[in-house]
Structure formats: C-alpha cells, structure tokens
C-alpha cells in the first residue's frame, strides 16, 4: 500500500470513529470545497500584517533625551547595538534594509547587471599580487587558519572579482560583464561612532564592470552614473554628486553621492554660477601669484600633526582669520591639503607633540617640518621670533633636522593649506561664490582602468580593428589588452542611518516610501478593532492594471492605551498613520496624518485610499 493510500485510509477511519462516538461532529470540507468567497476571505485574515505578530523590542534603551537618529532606531526596535561598531538588525530595521535592497536590485537589473555572492573572505596572497595589502593600513581584520595560511575579511572585492572574472572569461564576446553583489563589509575602525554611519561591520552593495576599451569602459561608467541618479531620486531626498579623490580604491576618475546634513564629516563644495561641485579633497592646494593676502591684522597659528613613523613633527602655520566675501571668519586647516604634502601623515592623533617627543630612535633623523599657507608668507612669518617659530617643540631637542615648505615642489606655486569657506571666489570659474555643506558619504563610483587588471593579469585577446586603428597590423590581427574595469559601491547600512538622521524630527524617525518599514500604519482607537480591520481592508484592495499594486500595511493590534500606540508611530515613522475612531462608525471618516508634509485631516472613506496613494506619492 503507498503513503498516500495509508493516510487516506486512516483519516477516512479516523472520521468514521468521529461519528460513531459523536454524532454531532461536523466534518469541515476541505479546502477545494470551499466557496471563493470564503476562501478569499480566510486569505485576507491571514495575510494582514499585525504589530503583535512582530518582534519589535521595548523601546526602554537608550538616553531618551538624546535626540540621535541612532537613538531613535534604537528605541523604536530597528536594531541593536552587539559590539562597538557591530549591530544587530531586528525585523523592522530587516524589513527597511530589504526594502533599499529591493530598490538596488531593480536598478542594477536595468544596467543589466548580475548579482553574485562573493565569500567575506579573502587571502592576503591576492591584495598582495594587486599591491593593496602594504597600503592598507590597519584597518583590516586578518586572520590565519591552521595551516598558517593569511586571510582577511574582506573591505571591498576587487581582488576577488578580478580573480573571478578574469579565470572564467574566454572571448572577448562575453564582454561586457556587469557583476554586483549586496553584502556585509568589514573594517577595523579605529574610533566606530554615530551608529551605522561609522561601524566596522557593514552592508554594501559593489557594482564591478567589465569591458575591453577605454571608451566602452567610459560608456559604462556614465551609465552607472545615470543608474545612480535614477536610484537617489527615487529616495526623494536631496542629494550632492561630487567630483572625488579615489583613494586607495585607485582609478584616476571618481564621484560621489552625498546627503547634506549638519552631522556629516565630508565638505562638499559648489559654486553658485558654474557646475563645479566637489569634496573637500579635490580643492585646490596652491594658489597663483596674483591672488593676494594683504590684511594688517592676523593671528599667527599652527596646527599640528604627526606622520605615521612618529619621526616627523608636522606643523601647518596659518593665520587665525581668512577674508571670505568681505568678511573675515575663523580659519580651519584642510588636512587634505596638508596630505598632498605629507602623504604619511597621521592626523588621528590628539597630541602628536607629546608622541613625537617620546618616540625613540635615533635622535639625529628627527625632523620638524613647517608647512606655510600662503598668507602667512611675507611679514607675517618674518616678525615671528625664533623662539615663536621653535614653539611647536621642546627647546631642549637640539639634534632636530627643521624644514620649512612654502611652496609646491612639482609647480612652485605657494600653498594654500586653509579649507574653503561659504563666500569664497570660485576658482574655476572666477565669478561664482562657494557654498560649504557638511555632508554623509552613500555611494563612489570609480573608473579603475587597469589598476587591478594589469597587477593580476586580467587580460583578453580582442581583434585589433576593434581598440584602435593600427596600420602595421594586420586587420584580422588580435591584441592582448588588460581588462577596464570599474568599482561602484552603496553604503546600504550607511543609507538607512544617513536617511534617519536626515528626515529625523523631535517627534521620531521619517522614512521615505521606498523605505519604510510599512507605507501605512493604522491605529484604532479603544474597542474600534473591527472597524481598523474594516479599514484595513479597504486599503488593502489591490489597484486596477497598469499599477496593479496594493499598498503595504500594518495594523496596531497590540494591547497598549491609544497614546502609546501613537507615540510608536510617530517614533518608528511610518509615512502615514491613519487613526481609526467613533467617526468610521457613524460617517465612515478617518484621520489620515503625515508629519512629512504637515497633513494631517479628517478624510471620508470613498477618498481613502485616493488620499493616502496622493501623500505616499509626494514622499
């Protein structure tokens, strides 16, 4: 006898002892029995999403009075914080990741990008073959297995990536690839903080392109650029693309996507006339002889720093005010300036005197190194004593080497060391003022070239009519050429914390529709639970062809007074909260709210659903 044939036989007995033993016992039909209606109706039942049915932690961590969008997503259960830097994501803050996901993948599917899986894991063996692993630094997690063989987890896969593509492509036909992955990160940050936005753990999606030309490298970079814009401007948030310093990623051609906030630690600079827009980086280092500094009052400073040998003593000496736009405002060194300089500086030290002065070593091949911003050349240096020039170190060190860099080894140009300030004169196009905006990183695209292909040997033989015109070769004739390559990341995680800090009120989080958690949350009033059901439903309903979508819902079913379950609301920061009251029963009316554009009205229910689909539109 099969499986099958025995359990229909002893559910057919089991049922037959049911009404000899009680004759009222009814047999339920069985699911194809059932009419559509009642069917459609038991589905419905079963698919509302409920608050109770989810794990959302009691929002009793954390400093109440710190207003943080950390300590929001904290506080209202969208993760927790496992070691310094590491986190926990819990299903509200699951359900927004997913989400960003959701809206990566689509844009990645229309550049025609596959997505992969690459191991977190890397050897040291590989970012040695590509010359990365003595830049690094220390802020890789390595590691050594058993066998004493070095590994790493991995910050960023280009090793891995060109290793992969570079072993499985065998014509030049199969170019170009586009491969991408969304995965979790690793850096051993020196100093974590601000939540997701700084952490040593961390989610990000990589983009890594592939072609067998330049130009066709150039081609896909400004699609993916394209893509890019496409994906921001569905975030409903304004956003900056900067020209950028590639890094240590290498690649000489480079852009960011910032979100301007008061909390970021990245300037982004744009000119009021021209399109010049660019990180703090770029700016420009020297300046020409006919800009001049001509201020009779100025308070001689010097910032200081260290280089990573700790045999270097790096003094950048400027003047405390600079004239911006009529007017003179404090002066701030640009440490990026200073690194075009010293590219071994080490500028996390709080007090790089006291490290220097108690480094051992030979004494001789100590060194000081007076860095001179522009302004203060002239009688500004020359009226400083030699005792207020020796007062970034002990006296008592005598066998110090001291320099003094004025101007620019390559083009003899003075320096200018001081960072850019709201008002300046645009240097690019002469006429345009500046404008200064403290921002937070999402999103690099890169043009590698050939910095990881050649290194690795990622090559392709491609028919030579096909690179470029060649008189002394035959037309048939192939080349072999290295791979053009491009790295394009997200920060994933850093997009969810920099989206709360960013939309954040006093009142909770805000997310934008693409992200939240839920689109709509709806709140019933005491003993209006079957009415919240009711309009649940309704909302519900899925929209006619061509949109042919239903709205993402939640229903507050959980066992609290109506004002905490509004200050939840307000806290998790669901796009719109409709409150469900005594007015749905007797005229069939909601409240329909929405901090994001200060809505917040009686709304009847044959305008329901056209008025919550209006506000979801608008964020």
Request: proline content about 5%; charged content about 25%.
């Amino acid at each position: 006898m099969s499986l099958l044939a025995s359990q229909s036989l002893r559910i057919t007995n089991f049922q037959n002892r049911a009404l000899r033993t009680c004759p009222q016992t009814i047999i339920l039909p069985t699911v194809s029995q059932r009419s559509s209606h009642n069917l459609d109706t038991f589905k419905a039942h079963k698919q509302r999403a409920r608050l109770s049915r989810l794990w959302i932690p009691s929002n009793d961590v954390g400093d109440t009075k710190d207003q943080s969008s950390h300590s929001k997503l904290l506080r209202a259960g969208y993760l927790r914080q496992a070691h310094s830097g590491i986190f926990h994501m819990l299903p509200l803050g699951l359900r927004v990741q997913n989400k960003l996901e959701a809206l990566i993948d689509k844009h990645m599917s229309n550049l025609g990008a596959s997505r992969v899986s690459l191991s977190s894991i890397s050897s040291e063996e590989l970012w040695e073959k590509s010359g990365r692993l003595q830049n690094a630094g220390s802020e890789l997690f390595r590691f050594q297995d058993r066998k004493k063989a070095k590994f790493l987890l991995s910050p960023t896969h280009e090793e891995e990536i060109t290793s992969l593509v570079s072993s499985s492509l065998n014509s030049y036909r199969s170019l170009p690839v586009r491969l991408y992955q969304i995965s979790r990160k690793y850096r051993d940050e020196p100093r974590p903080r601000q939540g997701l936005l700084r952490s040593r753990e961390f989610v990000m999606k990589d983009l890594y392109t592939f072609d067998y030309n330049p130009e066709m490298a150039l081609d896909t970079y400004h699609d993916v650029r394209q893509a890019y814009d496409e994906l921001f401007d569905e975030l409903k948030i304004p956003y900056l693309v900067a020209e950028a310093d590639s890094g240590d990623i290498g690649g000489d051609l480079s852009h960011e996507f910032h979100f301007p906030t008061p909390t970021g630690e990245d300037n982004i600079i744009s000119c009021t006339k021209c399109s010049h827009v660019v990180n703090e980086e770029l700016t420009e280092t020297t300046v020409p002889e006919d800009i001049k500094f001509d201020k009779d009052v100025v308070s001689p400073r010097y910032w200081q720093g260290i280089t990573r040998d700790r045999l270097t003593l790096v003094n950048v000496w400027y003047v405390n005010e600079v004239e911006a736009k009529s007017a003179l405002t404090k002066a701030a060194v640009n440490i990026h300036a200073v690194k075009t300089i010293v590219p071994t500086l080490d500028a996390s030290i709080e007090d790089p005197r006291s490290v220097w002065e108690s480094t051992e070593g030979i004494a001789s091949i100590r060194r000081v190194l007076n860095l001179l911003d522009y302004r203060m050349l002239g009688r500004v240096w020359d009226r400083l004593t030699p005792n207020e020039k020796r007062s970034g170190w002990s006296d008592k060190m005598d066998t110090v080497l001291v320099d003094v860099v004025s101007r620019d080894s390559a083009s003899g140009l003075r320096l200018d060391l001081i960072s850019p300030q709201t008002g300046d004169t645009c240097r690019n196009c002469g006429e345009g003022i500046l404008k200064v905006q403290k921002s937070i990183e999402l999103g690099h695209i890169f043009h590698l070239g050939t910095r990881y292909s050649k290194p690795m040997k990622a090559t392709v033989d491609v028919p030579t009519e096909l690179l470029a015109a060649c008189d002394d070769l035959a037309p048939k004739s192939q080349q072999t050429v290295n791979l053009q390559m491009g790295c394009h990341g997200i920060g994933v995680s850093r997009i969810i914390g920099a989206v709360a800090d960013t939309l954040a009120d006093e009142k909770g989080l805000n997310w934008p529709r693409v992200m939240a958690p839920y689109e709509a949350v709806i709140v019933p009033l005491h003993g209006m639970q079957d009415a919240a059901i009711e309009v649940y439903d309704h909302l519900s309903s899925t929209h006619p062809p061509p949109e042919n979508f239903s709205l993402d819902l939640v229903l507050d079913d959980r066992d609290l007074r109506f004002p905490a379950k509004m200050k939840d609301a307000d806290l998790t920061g669901y796009p719109i909260i409709v409150v469900v009251g005594k007015k749905w029963t007797e005229n069939k009316i909601c409240e329909v709210q929405c901090r994001r554009v200060h809505f917040k009205e009686d709304v009847p229910e044959k305008k329901l659903l056209q008025t919550v689909n209006s506000l979801l539109a608008q964020l």
